[in-house]
């Protein structure tokens, strides 16, 4: 099966490819010396965890110092502890050790923990270097990778800290996939239903036919899939890069719950996908409390997620306790918390919702 290439095309930027097939990993060095802003570069930084690393990073290795590249290698531990200011001031003092000036690059080799927190450091060493993200996990090659947000952790919620920084390359080598659990996989099917739900009837009803053969990993079925994501995902970024008009908050779909939900778990009990497919849910009931959101949508939808492996989540919280963890949440407003309700598919609103009201939907849910 030949490689999609989706070009992301964004105001004031330059251009970039996302590439999109089976084993393309190979010629990575060779894409990027095709690239302008590559042609005089000799130093690259791989930058992955210790679970991806025993798996990928020899080829991509291979492939970069292939193509000419003086190559090195950090790896840190897999989870999302490693997204910490912390983890990133030790990689800046080894790549000052490594002598990486501002003719370097940094590969974000991972999932999409590494592809934020290495996103975030190309960002920012020597006030930014070129970043390439070559995601391995289905979640970070239909959202993470795509669309240039990076960020760290702080104890007081997610992604506190980060730029807006858009890669030079993406390439998404579909046989990583192969390495996934059942858990991340589904992960990155609640990333894709979110897609389809906020862009289009064309999107929502494809997904809906394709849903099995999505769920059982159909290489044609996830391609096309991550194709139509970052498609849907480029184009709203286009319209607004720095989610400073609203347009891009669609993308937080499902995330307001779902990041509260993770933070008092403790990041890593449920998979962000779990999480943000119980915002979705619990979005579109409280979107037909707000907008008339149809309960036919509300019932495709869940029978959408139950059928990509998502099915509720077995979790208890206090309600007073999850509305706190949406009021620290970064896309909290003056104190209001923000969700994007369905109206319909492919029919959104971002919309503040008083307290009260939610606290009497979390009590209902």
Not at 145 to 155: E, F, I, Q, R
Not at 193 to 221: G, Y
Not at 341 to 362: F, T
Request: hydrophobic share 45%; with cysteine.
């Amino acid at each position: 099966m030949p490689a999609t290439k989706v070009v992301v095309n964004i105001p004031d930027e330059v251009p970039y490819d996302v590439r999109i097939g089976q084993n393309i990993v190979g010629r990575l060095g060779q894409d990027l010396r095709k690239l302008e802003r590559f042609a005089a570069l000799e130093q690259l930084l791989v930058i992955t965890d210790d679970n991806v690393a025993p798996l990928y990073l020899a080829s991509v290795k291979e492939a970069l110092s292939g193509a000419g590249f003086k190559v090195s290698d950090l790896s840190v531990h897999a989870g999302e502890e490693a997204k910490s200011l912390d983890v990133a001031k030790e990689i800046y003092e080894a790549m000052a050790m490594l002598k990486l000036g501002r003719d370097c690059a940094v590969v974000a080799l991972g999932g999409g923990v590494v592809g934020d927190l290495a996103g975030f450091v190309g960002s920012t060493y020597m006030r930014g270097v070129e970043v390439v993200q070559v995601p391995t996990t289905l979640l970070a090659m239909v959202d993470s990778s795509v669309g240039g947000k990076t960020g760290v952790n702080l104890h007081a919620g997610k992604n506190l800290v980060g730029t807006f920084n858009q890669p030079a390359y993406v390439c998404a080598d579909t046989t990583t996939l192969l390495t996934l659990d059942e858990r991340e996989w589904a992960c990155g099917c609640a990333e894709i239903a979110k897609s389809a739900v906020i862009d289009s009837d064309d999107f929502f009803f494809w997904l809906t036919d394709a849903a099995q053969a999505l769920a059982s990993r159909d290489m044609a079925a996830t391609e096309e899939a991550i194709a139509r994501s970052v498609v849907f995902k480029a184009d709203v970024v286009a319209q607004d890069k720095t989610e400073s008009c609203g347009i891009r908050e669609c993308l937080n779909y499902g995330h307001t719950l779902g990041h509260a939900l993770e933070k008092l778990a403790g990041y890593g009990t449920y998979s962000h996908g779990a999480c943000v497919a119980e915002g979705m849910r619990f979005a579109a009931r409280l979107g037909q409390r707000l907008v008339d959101t149809p309960q036919e949508l509300v019932d495709a939808q869940d029978a959408l997620l139950d059928a990509l492996g998502l099915p509720r989540l077995a979790c208890s919280f206090e309600p007073e306790a999850i509305l706190e963890a949406m009021k620290r949440d970064k896309k909290a407003r003056h104190g209001q918390v923000r969700f994007v309700l369905p109206r319909d598919v492919g029919d959104w609103v971002l919309m503040d919702v008083d307290d009260e009201v939610i606290l009497e939907q979390l009590q209902d849910w």
